[in-house]
């Protein structure tokens, strides 16, 4: 790699601040026309590099694709547009469709509704995490994810589903987050910190009730939140 890679540390540095200070920085992950990766391409047409060898994996870390060529052609050849990310979604293999929803976290405004009734509950778990990193989602995610922090099987799902309802920090999620106050212990954890957005008489009664949960860890994010 030129940049990062053989470049000094003063050019590495200002490239990662160059993300840092975009508006749209939540927008530059997963968008390869980007003020950053058109940076790092113009330092190495500068110093003159010809040709790159692109592989993308698998779920499985299994090379799955090859490209080699002209590094921004074969870089740009082997990045995942939106309609096969969403044709992923529907793939017949669970790890192919979880790894849609990881990817499906850089990507703002792309549907999960798919991938978040989903049967295999880490694809689902996946969608979850992926809808609290986008942030900005519609209405139907959200009904969703109050769906799956309450009434899910698996713990992990709803674990998710709160996590993500505090990300997002919509009011119409708070009902599931206090839900998730009284749930395992895992999700306890993850309902006292997502509760941070909200400041109601009812979320003041869950973090006392908190403080005083049998876990150190709910006992510690409800002290954090205060």
């Known amino acids: 790699a030129v940049q990062p890679g053989i470049c000094s540390a003063a050019t590495t540095a200002r490239t990662h601040c160059m993300g840092a200070e975009d508006p749209n920085l939540l927008g530059l992950s997963g968008n390869e026309e980007n003020p950053v990766r058109h940076e790092m391409e113009e330092v190495a047409a500068q110093v003159g590099l010809d040709a790159i060898l692109n592989v993308v994996s698998d779920a499985g870390g299994r090379p799955a694709w090859t490209g080699f060529g002209h590094f921004v052609r074969a870089h740009r050849a082997g990045v995942l547009a939106d309609d096969e990310l969403l044709t992923a979604t529907h793939d017949s293999d669970p790890s192919v469709r979880r790894r849609a929803a990881l990817i499906a976290a850089t990507r703002p405004g792309f549907p999960l509704h798919t991938l978040l009734g989903d049967g295999v509950s880490t694809v689902v778990e996946a969608a979850a995490w992926a809808a609290g990193e986008q942030v900005t989602v519609d209405d139907d995610v959200i009904t969703v994810l109050d769906s799956l922090a309450t009434t899910h099987d698996e713990p992990l799902v709803r674990e998710a589903a709160v996590a993500a309802l505090g990300a997002i920090g919509d009011e119409r999620g708070l009902r599931a987050i206090l839900h998730g106050c009284n ?44």
């Open 183 to 226: 749930d395992t212990v895992t999700v306890r954890r993850r309902a006292v910190l997502a509760l941070a957005p909200f400041d109601t008489p009812e979320v003041q009664a869950a973090l006392e009730a908190a403080r005083g949960d049998r876990d150190w860890q709910v006992r510690q994010a409800a002290d954090d939140l205060s």
